[in-house]
């Protein structure tokens, strides 16, 4: 007899169930988030387990990797993608593990990429830094706004990143000066620990044959080749070109029914890192690349200037994918004829 395991996972707890092939429920309990004691459940069905179905939620990291350790098949559920039984009119968590599990025996169920345990922390370090930039950036426009509206003097970006704590009382004074102090510091802060994690990658990244082909694309540089070689891992996930510049939302979302634009789909499909990674790489491309230059401003005087973008980002996206699956360096021509 063949079974099938959902798991609803909740931050402070998992709902397990398990069916047979008569979606007849074999076992079903609210259990806590330790990971021995799941397990010591499961090993009872463990050799009659199709597989494990863990819902990907933001915490799923913990119980995916040791049930893979553990020697059960696993696979992620795709939360955005499932399909809903419209008919149902009570659901509970009980009911949520049981669908999963459902889905999974009828072959219907929407996975998600297990990312490799080995890469998954430099790639999530990678975007730490993202984070850090954002609360960067943040902390040097209040400084410049502060500075402004107390002294009537507009420093620019580079006078700014200049500032020592020492000149800040040239412009601000009192409680002005006390906050002045304490945003400067913050930002000086972030501005070390991005440094920081930058050199962490590039140690790991640096010898990687992707990153040294991503190199060669035009627009890309050390950031940037980082961002979409951890961003896409392994290139054999994608079956086409097409599939990858999809996951990087470089295509448009659109509904067509008899030539007709009935809508727009779900437009945030797909990874946000690699799309303003791509959408970036396209933006300087455009800037230095003569050739690129040129299929932009065609582009640009036939739509508005964020679709030729996007256009450049998708064809960018689409080199990519033949890079990587080729082991073979940036061709503009080819990518831009």
């Known amino acids: 007899m063949t079974l099938y395991c959902g798991i609803d996972l909740h931050c402070n707890n998992s709902v397990v169930a398990v ?32 597989a494990c179905v863990v819902e990907s939620t933001y915490n799923w990291y913990w119980l995916v990797d040791g049930l893979m350790d553990a020697g059960f098949p696993v696979r992620l559920a795709h939360t955005s993608a499932l399909p809903e ?12 593990a049981r669908h999963l599990a459902h889905l999974l025996r009828l072959g219907l169920l929407p996975t998600g990429y297990i990312y490799p345990k080995e890469e998954r922390d430099l790639r999530d370090l990678l975007r730490r830094r993202l984070l850090l930039v954002r609360q960067r950036s943040l902390h040097h426009v209040s400084l410049q706004s502060l500075i402004a509206r107390h002294s009537g003097q507009r420093l620019n970006t580079l006078q700014i990143k200049q500032l020592k704590k020492e000149q800040l009382a040239d412009y601000l004074q009192g409680h002005a000066l006390l906050g002045g102090e304490i945003t400067h510091q913050a930002r000086c802060w972030l501005e070390n620990a991005v ?3 930058e050199r962490e990658l590039q140690h790991h990244i640096k010898p990687r044959e992707d990153y040294q082909l991503l190199q060669s694309m035009s627009g890309v540089g050390s950031v940037l080749g980082t961002t979409i070689a951890l961003e896409t891992g392994t290139i054999e996930r994608f079956a086409s070109p097409g599939n990858y510049a999809s996951y990087a939302r470089c295509v448009k979302s659109e509904k067509i029914s008899n030539k007709k634009y009935k809508g727009q789909g779900n437009k945030k499909n797909g990874n946000k890192y690699l799309a303003w990674a791509f959408m970036e790489a396209g933006h300087y491309a455009a800037i230095w690349d003569p050739r690129i230059k040129r299929f932009y401003q065609r582009k640009k005087a036939k739509a508005h200037i964020l679709v030729a973008k996007k256009a450049v980002a998708n064809k960018l996206a689409r080199a990519c994918y033949h890079m990587l699956k080729r082991g073979e360096e940036f061709d503009v021509t080819r990518a831009f004829s």
């Not at 330790?34 to 397990?39: G, N």
């Open 19 to 50: 069916l047979d092939e008569q979606d007849r429920t074999v076992y079903e309990k609210r259990l806590p988030n330790d990971l021995e004691t799941i397990t010591e459940v499961l090993c009872i069905y463990q050799s009659e387990l199709a």
């Open 85 to 96: 039984y419209s008919g149902l009119k009570y659901s509970n968590d009980f009911s949520e």
């Open 195 to 197: 440094q920081r994690i």
